[in-house]
């Protein structure tokens, strides 16, 4: 089976209907969202409603700390975020609140870890931001494969010669061999916010049957998406980072 | 799964025949299976306790490049068993002579070392097209088909810029076989193409004299020498070697990987065009350098510290072959100047690109006695004459310059050929050249080269309008 796996989309629904559609073309017949589906972008509500929807047809969803902090306002935030999730929150009705409210932190399932920050106390929203962090990740997981976002670059973890875990700057639409007999920790991207100076959305394709994983990377109207930002009063920062893509 | 299997046992849907090879890394099976349209081999790791882990990531990585790579100089990856279950490889068995025993028959002659030299190139360059480093290029890796083409086995210290490397580690350590593994590997480098070109540099070397360039080291130390030691020139050990096969091969065991050369294509070149060799003080070499100048690559080498390398894929675009199809009877027409310009912009952004100027002669006088083939000679003479005059302007050094007057009926087929031969990765040609009409309902040459090229083609036009069939409408006003 293939699955469609994006993180980090924050309310961008311009990027996500480019990542849905582009994966769609490539045979997903599973979407699994890795957390942080609002924050930042001027869609929630209507993201939200795809997530739900895709959840309700079979899909799966974990929680970021964006997601969490619409609830909980004592979530740790920089200031930009904080604005954002301020203004997130008045823009969800109800059940839409409650969807984020109720999804789970960490899901394992059929030898798959997936999370939205690290594997190892999910709550604590840590980063992976090297092979150490992604080895205490992996280790918490115990799953032969762990995909998890909230660093918005695409990585893959794996074990290599030597004691430590190496990291694996993917190329787009490479095609990625990972076989079930080692361990894999993947950071799919940020669909709603790259930070790698290209503004294309990034996700991941996982193909189940061919332990076979690829990166892709989606040119969307990235304009519209700012120019919402822009004129729902949100920070110019955060339009100017979807056109700059850091 | 240890033990080696008993001929007409299956596995999956592959039936085991006789084994080929039982090795410290696993056995090698014929097998038949679903028709795959030629015969199978099937590899399969020792696996257990007491065998060595590296065996099994050497065989995982095996996998993984032969299911990435499509070239014919590479066997063809069929199936692959589970590596967490029953890991087991079937390629296609190539039908070949082993290189090791070439090595046994060595010194050979000279023209014997390029020809096989030239066929590794190919399958070389094919890899690296590919963003693959072989990493383990030597005698055993080589099969020599009946029809003279190489192909590479053993993938098992392979590099694919494209995917995770399972060999790499954060402590560098030497990777290869220490006969032929390059100076930057031994210092933990794993990236860079040229790697395979110095251990084609020592297997030439050892093919032309029977030695090998740098010994069986043992050690890490031993293994450092080659970051400064200059071996024996060939000639020295045998001195039938022409000198410019010294050259080459001196050239590919450099230390440096960007003082040898930058692509496998230019070393195949290089060998099949042994007339176009520049010579340097390499090819001369009658002996070793002195103590003081050893001490002082010593010093230097000591320093040497891992360098990045840029992937195959990015150095095989930086050193293109261009060849620029150039009609030596219509030099002076603005189609040619046209010509001249758009290889120019092209050369000037690649500082290791090289460019063959190809002529080709239609009508070259029978052959039938002496007289005759003196002006065919003669002809042909003219023609590389008026070439080199017409590359001048792009002043280039010998090394990336060359000329060459092709003789046949089939001007496009001869131009595509060359194309193929020599690993271009571009031909320029002029929209109108060769001014002949076109013959019948066939297609003008430059159509049929845009369509037949093995490479990308650049067609260029004068800015002068073409008279003729192809811009009447321009003539009329011209004329009104």
């Known amino acids: 089976m293939k699955l469609a796996l994006l993180a980090d989309v924050h309310s961008n629904l311009e990027a996500l209907d480019a990542c849905m559609?582009?994966?769609?073309?490539?045979?997903?017949?599973?979407?699994?969202?890795?957390g942080d589906i609002?924050?930042?972008?001027?869609?929630?509500?209507?993201?939200?409603?795809?997530?739900?929807?895709?959840?309700?047809?079979?899909?799966?969803?974990?929680?970021?700390?964006?997601?969490?902090?619409?609830?909980?306002?004592?979530?740790?935030l920089n200031d930009d975020a904080r604005a954002a999730i301020?203004?997130?929150?008045?823009?969800?009705?109800?059940?839409?609140?409650?969807?984020?409210?109720?999804?789970?932190?960490?899901?394992?399932?059929?030898?798959?870890?997936?999370?939205h920050a690290s594997a190892n106390s999910p709550g604590d929203w840590n980063y992976v931001t090297d092979d150490l962090q992604a080895a205490r990740s992996m280790g918490a997981a115990e799953t032969t494969w762990c995909f998890s976002g909230h660093v918005h670059d695409q990585v893959l973890y794996y074990q290599g010669a030597g004691r430590r875990l190496m990291a694996f700057r993917p190329l787009p639409g490479v095609p990625i061999p990972v076989g079930r007999h080692r361990r894999w920790l993947a950071?799919?991207?940020?669909?709603?916010?790259?930070?790698?100076?290209?503004?294309?959305?990034?996700?991941?394709?996982?193909?189940?049957?061919?332990a076979q994983l690829v990166f892709h990377r989606v040119p969307y109207d990235h304009e519209a998406a700012s120019a919402k930002i822009l004129a729902a009063g949100l920070p110019a920062s955060l339009a100017r980072r979807l056109r700059d893509g850091h | 799964m240890a033990v080696m299997l008993k001929p007409g046992s299956t596995i999956d849907d592959y039936t085991i025949g006789e084994c080929v090879h039982d090795g410290g890394m696993g056995f090698i099976y014929r097998v038949t299976g679903p028709d795959a349209g030629f015969p199978l081999i099937m590899k399969v790791p020792r696996l257990g306790h007491g065998q060595?882990?590296?065996?099994?990531?050497?065989?995982?990585?095996?996998?993984?490049?032969?299911?990435?790579?499509?070239?014919?100089?590479?066997?063809?990856?069929?199936?692959?068993?589970?590596?967490?279950?029953?890991?087991?490889?079937?390629?296609?068995?190539?039908?070949?002579?082993?290189?090791?025993?070439?090595?046994?028959?060595?010194?050979?002659?000279?023209?014997?070392?390029?020809?096989?030299?030239?066929?590794?190139?190919?399958?070389?360059?094919?890899?690296?097209?590919?963003?693959?480093?072989?990493?383990?290029?030597?005698?055993?890796?080589?099969?020599?088909?009946?029809?003279?083409r190489a192909v590479l086995i053993d993938f098992g210290l392979a590099r694919h810029a494209r995917l995770p490397d399972l060999m790499a580690e954060e402590m560098r350590r030497a990777v290869g076989t220490p006969q032929y593994i390059s100076p930057e590997q031994v210092l933990g480098v794993r990236t860079d193409p040229r790697s395979d070109l110095f251990a084609l540099g020592v297997v030439l070397y050892e093919l032309a004299t029977g030695k090998l360039p740098f010994g069986s080291p043992q050690t890490v130390s031993g293994l450092r020498d080659r970051l400064w030691l200059d071996p024996r020139p060939p000639r020295m050990l045998v001195p039938e070697i022409a000198p410019w096969l010294q050259e080459v091969i001196l050239r590919l065991i450099e230390p440096r990987p960007d003082q040898r050369y930058p692509s496998a294509a230019q070393v195949a070149f290089d060998l099949r065009h042994p007339d176009r060799v520049t010579l340097t003080a390499r090819a001369s070499k009658l002996e070793r350098i002195g103590f003081f100048a050893h001490v002082k690559r010593w010093l230097t080498a000591a320093g040497r510290e891992a360098e990045v390398a840029p992937p195959p894929v990015e150095q095989v675009a930086a050193a293109p072959i261009v060849v620029a199809a150039v009609d030596t009877d219509h030099l002076d027409d603005d189609l040619q100047r046209a010509l001249?310009?758009?290889?120019?912009?092209?050369?000037?952004?690649?500082?290791?690109?090289r460019l063959a100027c190809v002529s080709?002669?239609?009508?070259?006088?029978?052959?039938?006695?002496?007289?005759?083939?003196?002006?065919?000679?003669?002809?042909?003479?003219?023609?590389?004459?008026?070439?080199?005059?017409?590359?001048?302007?792009?002043?280039?050094?010998?090394?990336?310059?060359?000329?060459?007057?092709?003789?046949?009926?089939?001007?496009?087929?001869?131009?595509?050929?060359?194309?193929?031969?020599?690993?271009?990765?571009?031909?320029?040609?002029?929209?109108?050249?060769?001014?002949?009409?076109?013959?019948?309902?066939?297609?003008?040459?430059?159509?049929?080269?845009?369509?037949?090229?093995?490479?990308?083609?650049?067609?260029?036009?004068s800015s002068t309008p073409v008279l003729g069939s192809g811009a009447p409408a321009v003539q009329e006003s011209a004329e009104g």
């Open chain 1, 21 to 34: 559609r582009h994966a769609r073309r490539e045979g997903a017949e599973r979407f699994v969202f890795l």
């Open chain 1, 38 to 76: 609002v924050g930042y972008g001027a869609d929630p509500g209507a993201v939200v409603d795809v997530v739900a929807a895709q959840v309700a047809a079979g899909g799966l969803a974990v929680k970021g700390n964006h997601d969490d902090a619409v609830r909980n306002a004592g979530t740790d």
């Open chain 1, 86 to 115: 301020d203004w997130t929150r008045g823009r969800l009705d109800q059940a839409q609140a409650a969807f984020l409210d109720g999804l789970p932190l960490i899901v394992r399932e059929d030898g798959v870890c997936w999370v």
């Open chain 1, 187 to 210: 950071i799919v991207g940020s669909a709603g916010q790259p930070r790698d100076g290209n503004s294309a959305a990034a996700y991941a394709l996982f193909d189940t049957r061919r």
């Open chain 2, 52 to 148: 060595p882990t590296e065996g099994v990531v050497g065989f995982e990585v095996e996998q993984m490049m032969l299911s990435a790579i499509t070239s014919p100089y590479v066997p063809r990856f069929v199936a692959a068993g589970d590596l967490a279950e029953t890991p087991y490889l079937v390629t296609e068995w190539i039908e070949g002579e082993n290189l090791e025993s070439a090595v046994g028959r060595a010194p050979l002659p000279t023209d014997e070392v390029a020809r096989i030299g030239a066929a590794v190139a190919d399958a070389i360059e094919s890899l690296h097209r590919q963003d693959v480093i072989h990493l383990d290029i030597k005698p055993g890796n080589v099969l020599i088909r009946p029809d003279g």
């Open chain 2, 340 to 353: 001249q310009g758009a290889v120019l912009r092209v050369i000037g952004h690649a500082p290791n690109a």
């Open chain 2, 360 to 461: 080709v002669l239609k009508d070259t006088p029978l052959m039938d006695g002496a007289k005759t083939s003196e002006t065919t000679s003669g002809m042909h003479l003219d023609h590389l004459v008026r070439l080199r005059h017409w590359a001048k302007p792009m002043d280039l050094p010998p090394e990336r310059l060359s000329v060459h007057v092709l003789e046949g009926a089939d001007t496009a087929r001869m131009l595509v050929e060359y194309a193929r031969a020599n690993h271009a990765s571009l031909i320029v040609i002029g929209a109108a050249n060769y001014s002949e009409p076109r013959l019948g309902l066939g297609r003008s040459i430059t159509t049929a080269v845009s369509e037949d090229a093995p490479c990308s083609v650049y067609i260029v036009r």
